[in-house]
Nanobody, 120 residues
Framework: QVQLVESGGGLVQAGGSLRLSCAAS?????MGWYRQGSGKQRELVAT???????NYADSVKGRFTISRDNAKNTGYLQMNSLKPEDTAVYYC?????????????????WGQGTQVTVSS
C-alpha cells in the first residue's frame, strides 16, 4: 500500500505563488492533483504520466505546472498567478496504471489534502 503525503499549502495573496509537493512511499505510475472548494465537487486540476505527459483543467492552464521526480517518488504542483477562486483543499492522487484517469474512483491512492487559501 502506497501512502501519499502532501505539503506546501498555505495562505497567499492574489497574484502570488505556491508549490505543492506530494511524496509517495513507493513507486507509482500516473499522478494527479484534485481540488475541492467549500461546498463544491472535487475537481481535477492536472495529471502527469510517469513519462511526463501532462494535462490541465482549462481554469489553471498557463498558471499551474505539474511535474514529478521519479527518483524521489515525488510530484509537484507549481501554482502561479493565484486567484481567490483557487482556494480549496488540494489532493494528490496516484495510480498503478500508466494511463491517467479523470474518474476519482479509479485512482488507487489519495493524500490527506492540503489547504490553499488565496486572499483578495
Amino acid at each position: 500500500q502506497v501512502q501519499l503525503v502532501e505539503s506546501g499549502g498555505g495562505l497567499v495573496q492574489a497574484g502570488g505563488s505556491l508549490r505543492l509537493s506530494c511524496a509517495a512511499s513507493g513507486s507509482i505510475n500516473s499522478m494527479g492533483w484534485y481540488r475541492q472548494g467549500s461546498g463544491k465537487q472535487r475537481e481535477l486540476v492536472a495529471t502527469i504520466t510517469r513519462s511526463g505527459i501532462t494535462n490541465y483543467a482549462d481554469s489553471v492552464k498557463g498558471r499551474f505546472t505539474i511535474s514529478r521526480d521519479n527518483a524521489k517518488n515525488t510530484g509537484y504542483l507549481q501554482m502561479n498567478s493565484l486567484k481567490p477562486e483557487d482556494t480549496a483543499v488540494y489532493y494528490c492522487a496516484a495510480r498503478n496504471q500508466q494511463l491517467v484517469t479523470t474518474v476519482p474512483g479509479r485512482w488507487d491512492y489519495w493524500g490527506q489534502g492540503t489547504q490553499v487559501t488565496v486572499s483578495s
